[in-house]
């Protein structure tokens, strides 16, 4: 399996590029978040892969970041979307605002993107919203170890999304100070609309 692949931008069009990679070049479909992140041609990229394999085809899939590749690779285990309508998805909403759309159910809001019907957009949450939050966990700490417990979980989760640390820490930390929040799942609903503005 291809995990990553670094060479030179060949050509590019508007949903794939040909990678130059010591003179073989390499076809690599991108959705349209790591086509605009793109270098100019013939500068050097690196691009993480998703290597696609079924009975009677092969095809690369490239992203720029850990978060949007284990999204994409999310999206393909739901029923009924495979790697085309996964990038089309990845396409229709930058990474950040499709997790928050399956965390918080937007339903609509993944509806409005190209080929998601009412049906599918539902499919995606119900299978999704539970593996993205997986690093939540649903146990509750110990009394005196709340607000600790409640901290390094939240942070751990939206590394997981591939939030930066720093990052993760100072949104998490503005919600505990405000107060309220009752569930780490809560708190990481709120930090994540903070971090995608």
């Given at each position: 399996?291809?995990?990553?692949?670094?060479?030179?931008?060949?050509?590019?069009?508007?949903?794939?590029?040909?990678?130059?990679?010591?003179?073989?070049?390499?076809?690599?479909?991108?959705?349209?978040?790591?086509?605009?992140?793109?270098?100019?041609?013939?500068?050097?990229?690196?691009?993480?892969?998703?290597?696609?394999?079924?009975?009677?085809?092969?095809?690369?899939?490239?992203?720029?970041?850990?978060?949007?590749?284990?999204?994409?690779?999310?999206?393909?285990?739901?029923?009924?979307?495979?790697?085309?309508?996964?990038?089309?998805?990845?396409?229709?909403?930058?990474?950040?605002?499709?997790?928050?759309?399956?965390?918080?159910?937007?339903?609509?809001?993944?509806?409005?993107?190209?080929?998601?019907?009412?049906?599918?957009?539902?499919?995606?949450?119900?299978?999704?919203?539970?593996?993205?939050?997986?690093?939540?966990?649903?146990?509750?700490?110990?009394?005196?170890?709340?607000?600790?417990?409640y901290r390094e979980e939240a942070i751990s989760a939206l590394q997981a999304l591939g939030f930066k640390k720093r990052d993760a820490e100072k949104?998490?930390?503005?919600?505990?100070?405000?107060?309220?929040?009752?569930?780490?799942?809560g708190i990481v609903k709120k930090a994540l609309a903070q971090l995608n503005k």
């Amino acid at each position: 399996m291809i995990a990553f692949l670094e060479g030179k931008l060949e050509a590019r069009y508007n949903d794939f590029v040909v990678l130059n990679v010591n003179g073989v070049g390499y076809r690599v479909e991108v959705s349209t978040t790591t086509y605009e992140q793109l270098p100019d041609l013939n500068s050097e990229v690196r691009l993480r892969i998703h290597h696609h394999i079924t009975d009677n085809d092969q095809r690369l899939f490239g992203f720029f970041t850990e978060r949007e590749q284990k999204l994409f690779e999310n999206l393909i285990t739901v029923k009924g979307v495979g790697p085309k309508l996964g990038l089309t998805i990845m396409s229709g909403l930058k990474a950040p605002l499709l997790i928050e759309a399956i965390i918080q159910q937007d339903q609509a809001g993944l509806s409005r993107i190209p080929g998601i019907g009412k049906k599918t957009a539902q499919r995606i949450i119900l299978e999704l919203k539970d593996k993205i939050l997986e690093s939540v966990g649903s146990r509750e700490p110990a009394d005196g170890q709340q607000s600790t417990s409640y901290r390094e979980e939240a942070i751990s989760a939206l590394q997981a999304l591939g939030f930066k640390k720093r990052d993760a820490e100072k949104a998490v930390m503005g919600i505990l100070d405000e107060g309220g929040e009752e569930s780490i799942s809560g708190i990481v609903k709120k930090a994540l609309a903070q971090l995608n503005k």
